[in-house]
């Protein structure tokens, strides 16, 4: 069950406050920000646990379970339409008992019962209603429920009587229905094993091209979510195959993301997804782990093109966390909301976007007469708003900024040289964001989650790798550092998933394994300090044995400690983040090169295995999947920079090293010292290898065999070349 220790950190901002009125329920001793926000609601919540489920069976009611998180927007439309309203609650704590779930907290019931409810309905999201028996059975989902029937949708009063009358005169209906859902949760559990081939690359770049706009970028013809997953594994096949129309899609994505208002121009980093098809109106939330993955997708991208671009949007993005979502200690909050007040001294007044909208006049008092028309031709401001679509009816008069003109355009237009119209708007954006920082914020989620963490440490040490940026550096280090002081039991070796407030709490999920080894690994490649390393192998070998299905191969979702799980899952689609096995996947293929281990790579072939059945039916389901696989029938590079530490000649060959994109590889540091000791324990053939003629040396290798050493990056910079291209 709920494991909890207590530590001694500053604590975080104090989250937004629960609302002033109405006598606390049992939430109000929780740590999530979510719960806190429903701690004064008159229904009687129960935080999932014992005390909840064994009040449900001495009492003979059902459980409803609503699970959410705190920057949801229809999660807070809900709160504010059924969990606030009297009588509903009143009728809600006669016939049910209630639980409150964070999903960002608890992935393991979340799993669970978003599955029920997609076998339930066809679809689902967040918040999401579950009906229950008080043996945790599903029987009835939903996601929004509206007070009373609306929008296609019965109403919550009309469910719940209709649910109590059921119960309590014709429960076998209950209780087959249920029967049959948890037989489809423990068949979805099941993994099915099959051989993984090349076809399965081939289909799954066609699969994803067949989904491609090539008008607007991204795929699908509605809502736009970014999912880079599907950029990096688009970047991989263009590596692999020299396959152009892959890495057309992924760039044309990015820069079409990077114009559209999903991208905040302001003040850096990407809003959630938008509602439309070209990037114009976003879903203003911003999450912790879009920003780690889009980080290291534009990273990648300027690694491929050298094209400034990307890296400026890199560095936005990275600013932006630093800025905003980082901690005193070095850690990572988790989200911002959609919603703000529209006036600082009404916080209860909020809307969607409130924070990031600008009507002309606002702009034109801001800017003056000479910057405004240039600013607002550029970013396509209109003195009645240019929201394309206004789902909630906020947009109106409000413009939403984005590229409309692009910087040619704009010379053209305003008869200006290059230079000036980007100085104009570089000093535009900056008088905006002063203005802007005056507003009310959004909502702060400030709860640390070891896995995104985990993505954030790996995107700033990328970043470090490619922009030599020493700062990013410090703050990998700084958030790698803060995990293992706060969220790592080091007797038992084993990581919790949530900390706030000097509270770490829950078990690590698949995912916290498998996102902070990964950004173990890229800080060790950052920085050669062998700690990392270590702790990363130490790291993967507690995730086998937490996680590890030696029947089926790959890891399950969670621990299987905790029987109030009915079944332990195995998430097979890399969505808005990646599934553990795919990031584990890879972590063990990485690992098996730095230490030459057989049974990790072994390991990591039977993770893909497992997958396999769904990899054939629906490969587009799983890029980061086919990205490990693709992985596992490359033969990677080995690189070593034999050199001193932070040495001129050192950095040089190493900064060569990272400005090309070599995704399949490994980099050592052989530093004549500790550290080489070290690693020889794993590869022996590194104990020799040592600087030429006094000057750092390159050794660029494969299946641990070495080109001649060489010191010359224009050398290096031949021998890191794309292989020859596989044909599938």
């Known amino acids: 069950m709920e494991q909890a220790k207590k530590m001694n950190s500053s604590p975080p901002p104090a989250p937004e406050k629960p609302h002033d009125t109405g006598k606390p329920n049992r939430l109000i001793r929780e740590k999530s920000p979510y719960l806190l926000q429903h701690a004064r609601?008159?229904?009687?919540?129960y935080p999932w646990g014992e005390e909840a489920f064994e009040r449900a069976r001495k009492e003979d009611k059902p459980i409803f379970?609503?699970?959410?998180?705190?920057?949801?927007?229809?999660?807070?439309?809900?709160?504010?339409?059924?969990?606030?309203?009297?009588?509903?609650?009143?009728?809600?704590?006669?016939?049910?008992?209630?639980?409150?779930?964070?999903?960002?907290?608890?992935?393991?019931?979340?799993?669970?019962?978003?599955?029920?409810?997609?076998?339930?309905?066809?679809?689902?999201?967040?918040?999401?209603?579950?009906?229950?028996?008080?043996?945790?059975?599903?029987?009835?989902?939903?996601?929004?429920?509206?007070?009373?029937?609306?929008y296609g949708r019965p109403g919550f009063t009309d469910i719940v009587r209709h649910i109590s009358d059921l119960w309590k005169n014709d429960r076998s209906k209950i209780l087959v229905s249920g029967k049959q859902i948890e037989e489809i949760l423990r068949k979805s559990a099941r993994s099915t094993p099959a051989k993984v081939e090349d076809s399965a690359l081939r289909e799954g770049f066609k699969q994803i091209a067949a989904g491609y706009?090539?008008?607007?970028?991204?795929?699908?013809?509605?809502?736009?979510?970014?999912?880079?997953?599907?950029?990096?594994?688009?970047?991989?096949?263009?590596?692999?195959?020299?396959?152009?129309?892959?890495?057309?899609?992924?760039?044309?994505?990015?820069?079409?993301?990077?114009?559209?208002?999903?991208?905040?121009?302001?003040?850096?980093?990407?809003?959630?997804?938008?509602?439309?098809?070209?990037?114009?109106?976003?879903?203003?939330?911003?999450?912790?782990?879009?920003?780690?993955?889009?980080?290291?997708?534009?990273?990648?991208?300027?690694?491929?093109?050298?094209?400034?671009?990307?890296?400026?949007?890199?560095?936005?993005?990275?600013?932006?966390?630093?800025?905003?979502?980082?901690?005193?200690?070095?850690?990572?909050?988790s989200a911002e909301d959609a919603e703000s007040a529209t006036d600082p001294d009404e916080t209860g007044k909020k809307e969607e976007g409130a924070f990031y909208l600008w009507t002309k006049p606002e702009i034109d008092r801001i800017l003056g007469n000479e910057a405004a028309p240039l600013f607002n031709y550029y970013f396509g401001v209109e003195d009645t708003g240019n929201a394309p679509s206004d789902p909630m009816?906020?947009?109106?008069?409000?413009?939403?900024?984005?590229?409309?003109?692009?910087?040619?355009?704009?010379?053209?237009?305003?008869?200006?040289?290059?230079?000036?119209?980007?100085?104009?708007?570089?000093?535009?954006?900056?008088?905006?964001?002063?203005?802007?920082?005056?507003?009310?914020?959004?909502?702060?989620?400030?709860?640390?989650?070891?896995?995104?963490?985990?993505?954030?440490?790996?995107?700033?040490?990328?970043?470090y790798q490619v922009l030599h940026d020493e700062e990013y550096l410090r703050r990998a280090r700084r958030g790698a550092e803060f995990i293992l002081e706060n969220l790592y039991d080091k007797g038992s070796g084993t990581l919790y998933r949530r900390y706030r407030d000097g509270d770490a709490r829950f078990e690590g999920?698949?995912?916290?394994?498998?996102?902070?080894?990964?950004?173990?690994?890229?800080?060790?490649?950052?920085?050669?300090?062998?700690?990392?390393l270590r702790t990363a192998i130490s790291l993967n070998n507690k995730q086998s044995d937490l996680f590890r299905d030696s029947i089926g191969g790959g890891f399950f979702?969670?621990?299987?400690?905790?029987?109030?799980?009915?079944?332990?899952?195995?998430?097979?689609?890399?969505?808005?983040?990646?599934?553990?096995?795919?990031?584990?996947?890879?972590?063990?293929?990485?690992?098996?090169?730095?230490t030459a281990n057989e049974g990790l790579r072994d390991m990591a072939e039977k993770t893909i295995r497992a997958f396999g059945s769904r990899i054939r039916s629906v490969p587009e389901s799983m890029p980061g999947m086919l990205a490990a696989y693709t992985w596992s029938i490359t033969t990677p590079r080995e690189i070593i920079i034999a050199g001193e530490p932070g040495a001129a000649d050192t950095k040089a060959l190493l900064a060569e090293v990272h400005s090309h994109f070599v995704p399949f590889r490994s980099l050592i540091l052989a530093d004549g010292g500790s550290g080489q000791e070290e690693l020889?324990?794993?590869?022996?053939?590194?104990?020799?290898?040592?600087?030429?003629?006094?000057k750092a040396t390159a050794y660029i290798c494969q299946n641990y065999a070495c080109s001649l050493p060489s010191s010359d990056r224009e050398v290096v910079a031949k021998l890191l070349s794309p292989p020859r291209r596989h044909p599938e």
């Open 41 to 45: 609601n008159p229904v009687d919540w």
């Open 65 to 150: 379970l609503s699970v959410g998180y705190s920057t949801c927007y229809w999660c807070h439309v809900m709160e504010r339409e059924v969990f606030e309203d009297t009588a509903i609650a009143r009728l809600m704590n006669e016939r049910l008992v209630s639980i409150k779930v964070d999903r960002e907290e608890r992935p393991d019931v979340d799993r669970v019962y978003m599955t029920a409810v997609q076998a339930m309905t066809g679809s689902g999201g967040w918040p999401m209603s579950v009906f229950l028996t008080p043996d945790l059975v599903p029987f009835l989902g939903a996601t929004y429920i509206p007070p009373t029937a609306r």
């Open 213 to 333: 706009d090539p008008v607007h970028g991204g795929f699908g013809s509605g809502m736009k979510f970014p999912r880079p997953v599907t950029l990096d594994f688009l970047f991989r096949r263009y590596y692999r195959r020299g396959d152009s129309a892959a890495l057309d899609m992924a760039l044309a994505t990015i820069r079409k993301m990077a114009d559209g208002g999903v991208y905040d121009h302001i003040g850096g980093g990407f809003h959630r997804y938008a509602v439309d098809a070209g990037w114009r109106v976003p879903h203003f939330e911003k999450m912790l782990y879009d920003q780690a993955q889009l980080a290291v997708t534009c990273l990648e991208a300027y690694q491929i093109t050298h094209d400034p671009l990307y890296s400026s949007l890199a560095r936005d993005i990275l600013g932006y966390v630093a800025r905003d979502m980082t901690g005193p200690n070095g850690e990572f909050y």
């Open 393 to 463: 009816n906020v947009f109106r008069g409000k413009n939403i900024l984005y590229v409309a003109h692009d910087a040619g355009e704009t010379v053209r237009k305003f008869g200006k040289q290059p230079e000036e119209v980007i100085s104009i708007l570089e000093t535009s954006r900056k008088k905006l964001a002063r203005e802007r920082v005056k507003r009310a914020r959004p909502h702060l989620d400030d709860k640390i989650i070891t896995a995104w963490n985990g993505l954030m440490i790996s995107a700033f040490a990328r970043a």
């Open 509 to 532: 999920s698949l995912q916290d394994y498998a996102f902070f080894v990964r950004g173990l690994l890229d800080l060790y490649e950052a920085s050669f300090e062998t700690i990392w």
């Open 557 to 594: 979702d969670a621990s299987g400690k905790d029987p109030s799980i009915l079944v332990r899952t195995k998430e097979d689609y890399d969505g808005a983040e990646p599934t553990g096995n795919s990031i584990a996947a890879v972590n063990l293929l990485r690992l098996a090169q730095l």
């Open 680 to 694: 020889a324990s794993y590869l022996p053939f590194i104990k020799e290898m040592r600087t030429s003629e006094g």
